[in-house]
T-cell receptor, first 111, second 118 residues
Framework: KQEVTQIPAALSVPEGENLVLNCSFT??????LQWFRQDPGKGLTSLLL?????REQTSGRLNASLDKSSGRSTLYIAASQPGDSATYLC??????????FGKGITLSVRP | NAGVMQNPRHLVRRRGQEARLRCSPM?????VYWYRQLPEEGLKFMVY????????ESGMPKERFSAEFPKEGPSILRIQQVVRGDSAAYFC????????????????FGEGSRLTVL
């Protein structure tokens, strides 16, 4: 059974810092890995999808990496801004596109 | 191209009533997934459906919960005789048909339906 862990549960940083959010998963037989953002009371916004054959994906100030053999993914956020404050969810995608989510990391970027 | 549409966005029910949550997938998508987010917990898979078929319902509670995705119309998640523990956000996601160029395995989520049971 796949388990996804995101530690720490919460993170507070000053504006402008580069930061790394970590995600680990127990079963390396994943198809893809997807990072989402969730604002309070809102839905999920897809940030990046890394297919199992890829090692990283980039979109603007975001870069996500995937190391299947070690069961890890990281989301790198460059030059953080207060608008980046949200909960970031990592999800491992298995057969039938079924997602197993971590509990998320709640990020607060202080002005 | 509208995204995944869920309604109602907020639903209040008293214990023992029925809740019906609807999900219209993105245009061209034939796969629908339902997830539940309980307070202070992560999102948990409930059920995966294609048109007129339940593919995987391993995450559905054995009683009171059912889901369908008819040939015409939205997918429906139905909760009978709701209890306070059913209070949660219910998210629907969709993806294109398998084995198509547009299917990267990415799921697209709706805004969710937030159920409160009094």
């Amino acid at each position: 059974k796949q388990e996804v862990t995101q530690i720490p549960a919460a993170l507070s940083v000053p504006e402008g810092e580069n930061l790394v959010l970590n995600c680990s998963f127990t079963d390396s037989a994943i198809y893809n890995l997807q990072w989402f953002r969730q604002d309070p009371g809102k839905g999920l916004t897809s940030l990046l999808l890394i297919q199992s054959s890829q090692r990283e994906q980039t979109s603007g100030r975001l870069n996500a990496s995937l190391d299947k053999s070690s069961g890890r993914s990281t989301l790198y956020i460059a030059a953080s801004q207060p608008g980046d404050s949200a909960t970031y969810l990592c999800a491992a995608i298995g057969a039938n596109s079924k997602l197993t989510f971590g509990k998320g990391i709640t990020l607060s970027v202080r002005p | 191209n509208a995204g995944v549409m869920q309604n109602p966005r907020h639903l209040v029910r008293r214990r023992g009533q029925e809740a019906r949550l609807r999900c219209s997938p993105m245009k061209g998508h034939s796969h629908v997934y339902w997830y539940r987010q309980l307070p202070e917990e992560g999102l948990k898979f409930m059920v995966y459906l294609q048109k007129e078929n339940i593919i995987d319902e391993s995450g559905m509670p054995k009683e009171r919960f059912s889901a369908e995705f008819p040939k015409e119309g939205p997918s429906i998640l139905r909760i009978q005789q709701v209890v306070r523990g059913d209070s949660a956000a219910y998210f629907c996601a969709s993806s294109p048909p398998s084995r198509t160029a547009s299917n990267t395995g990415e799921l697209f989520f709706g805004e969710g339906s937030r159920l409160t049971v009094l």
